[in-house]
C-alpha cells in the first residue's frame, strides 16, 4: 500500500508558488529548536530516516544553510514575515554553530554556511550574520595549506572540493568586501588551472572502477571547467580561459551528439551509455559550464552546446518516462528540480517559448508527485541513490529534498509573473540570470506598466 491515499486534482496544488508553499510547511514541522537558533530534522516522518548517509544538520546540501535560502525566497514570493523568522531562527544556529563544522566546502561543509548567511544578512538587514559570514569566510580562507603548485584545501579540484570553496570564496569577497578571501581563491584556482585537464579524478567515488574519469559537474570535469570559466571572467587572465576550454574540450569530445542534441556519459570508459540528465553528474550540471563559458566570453557556440544538452533531455522522454539516468528522483541534486532550474535559466536567457513550456511540464511532474498524506504539507518522496532503488525516502534539505524542491518552483513562479519580477536566489554555481523572466518580457511589462 502507498504512503498516500488517491486524491483528486482539485486536492493537489494547482501553482508552483502553491506547491512551495505546502512543502514549506512540511519543512516547518520539521523544526527543532533546542538551541541556539533552530535547525531542521532530515526526515521528520515516523521512523523516517534521511537519504544522506551521515546528519549535516548545518549544510547547504541538507541542512540549515539550504533551508534558510529557501525561507528567504518563500517570503520574497508571498510577502509573508514568518518566513523571514524561519530564516532569521535558522541563521542564527548557523551564526552560533558555524566553528564547530570541519568540513570547509561548499555544498556538505562551512563554505555553504558562508552563503547562507551572507544571503540572510542582506535579505533581513541584520549586519550580525554578515560580520559572522565575514568570521566563517576568513576560517576557511586561512585554512588552505601548500599542495602541489599552490595552495588548496581537500586537493580535489572539482566542485565538491576545492572547486566550490573557491566559487564560496568569491562570493563572499564580493559580497562583503573581503580581499583575502578573493587572493586565496585565485592562488588556488591558479593550481587547478595548471592541471592538464582540470577535474579529473580517478577511483575516489564510491561505487566506481579505480580508472574511472567523471566529466559532470560535483565531482567532475565540468564543474571545474565552470570555476576556471569564472575565475576568467573576474580576472580577465587568459591562463583560466585556456585551462576552462580545455575542459570543456574534454567533455565535449566524450559526450554522445545526435543532431541538436547531446548526452554526457556518468563516467568513462567503462559507462559511456549511462546518461544522468541531473545536475550532480548529468546534462544539467554540464550546462552550467557551457552557460558560464558563454557569459564570461560571448561566444555562441558554448550556448549552442547549453542548448544541445537540453535538447537531449527533452528528447529523452522525461519527466514521463524513466531511464538510465533519470530514476525515481525529484530533488535538485540528480532529479526534476534540477532540471527546473535548467529551464527556468534557458528560458531567462533566450525568451523561447518552448523552455519555459518543458518547465512547466516539469512543474507539473513535481507538484503531481507531491505527497501530502498527513496533512502536514508536501514532500516528495525518492529513491536518492539509483543503485539502491528500494531505498525510499523524503527529505527535508536543499539539495537533497524540499526545500530545493520548492526553491525551484518559486523560481518558475518568478519566471510567470513579468509584471511582479522580483531577484530569486541561486547558488553560487548557478551562472543563469537572477531574474528569471527574458530581457524582452521585462521591457513589454513595463510598457503595458507606462500605458
Known amino acids: 500500500m502507498g504512503l498516500d491515499r488517491t486524491r483528486s486534482p482539485s486536492e493537489r496544488a494547482e501553482t508552483p508558488l502553491t506547491a512551495a508553499i505546502m512543502a514549506g510547511r512540511w519543512i516547518r514541522s520539521a523544526a527543532v529548536d533546542d538551541g541556539p537558533g533552530r535547525r531542521w530534522s532530515a526526515n521528520p516522518d515516523v521512523r523516517g530516516r534521511s537519504a544522506l548517509t551521515a546528519a549535516e544538520p548545518g549544510s547547504l546540501y541538507a541542512g540549515a544553510a539550504g533551508i534558510v535560502l529557501f525561507f528567504l525566497e518563500l517570503a520574497a514570493a508571498t510577502g509573508h514575515e514568518a518566513y523571514l523568522e524561519d530564516a532569521r531562527e535558522g541563521a542564527r544556529y548557523l551564526a552560533a554553530t558555524w566553528r564547530e563544522q570541519h568540513d570547509l566546502s561548499l555544498y556538505h561543509g562551512l563554505t555553504g554556511t558562508v552563503v547562507a548567511l551572507i544571503e540572510a544578512g542582506w535579505a533581513l538587514g541584520d549586519s550580525a550574520f554578515e560580520e559572522e559570514a565575514l568570521a566563517a569566510a576568513e576560517h576557511v580562507a586561512g585554512a588552505a595549506r601548500a599542495l602541489d603548485g599552490g595552495p588548496g584545501w581537500t586537493g580535489d579540484p572539482a566542485q565538491r572540493g576545492d572547486g566550490g570553496i573557491v566559487i564560496g570564496l568569491l562570493r563572499a569577497a564580493t559580497a562583503l568586501g573581503a580581499p583575502g578571501c578573493e587572493e586565496i581563491a585565485m592562488a ?264
Open 188 to 451: 588556488a584556482g591558479a593550481r587547478i588551472a595548471a592541471l592538464a585537464v582540470p577535474g579529473h579524478r580517478f577511483g575516489d567515488c564510491p561505487d566506481l572502477p579505480v580508472d574511472a574519469v567523471t566529466p559532470g559537474f560535483l565531482a567532475g570535469t565540468a564543474g571545474t571547467a565552470f570555476l576556471l570559466a569564472r575565475l576568467y571572467g573576474v580576472t580577465g587572465e587568459r591562463l583560466f580561459l585556456e585551462a576552462a576550454g580545455r575542459g570543456a574540450g574534454f567533455v565535449r569530445e566524450v559526450s554522445v551528439v545526435s543532431g541538436e542534441c547531446a548526452v554526457v556519459p556518468h563516467h568513462v570508459p567503462q559507462e559511456r551509455g549511462l546518461h544522468y540528465l541531473g545536475f550532480c553528474s548529468g546534462s544539467a550540471g554540464v550546462a552550467r559550464m557551457f552557460y558560464e563559458l558563454y557569459r564570461v566570453t560571448g561566444d555562441p557556440g558554448h550556448l549552442e552546446w547549453v542548448e544541445r544538452l537540453a535538447g537531449g533531455i527533452v528528447r529523452s522522454g522525461v519527466p514521463g518516462r524513466r531511464t538510465a539516468g533519470f530514476w525515481n528522483v525529484a530533488c535538485q541534486c540528480c532529479g526534476t528540480a534540477g532540471l527546473l532550474e535548467l529551464f527556468v535559466g534557458l528560458w531567462a536567457e533566450t525568451g523561447k517559448d518552448a523552455y519555459l513550456a518543458y518547465a512547466r511540464e516539469l512543474a507539473e511532474h513535481l507538484i503531481g508527485a507531491a505527497d501530502g498524506h498527513d496533512g502536514s504539507g508536501f514532500r516528495w518522496y525518492q529513491a536518492y541513490r539509483r543503485l539502491r532503488p528500494g531505498e525510499v525516502s523524503a527529505d527535508t534539505g536543499y539539495m537533497a529534498g524540499a526545500a530545493g524542491i520548492g526553491a525551484a518552483l518559486l523560481h518558475l513562479d518568478a519566471a510567470l509573473q513579468p509584471r511582479r519580477a522580483r531577484r530569486v536566489i541561486l547558488l553560487p554555481d548557478n551562472p543563469f540570470p537572477a531574474i528569471p523572466v527574458p530581457p524582452s518580457g521585462l521591457r513589454d511589462a513595463a510598457e503595458e506598466d507606462f500605458r
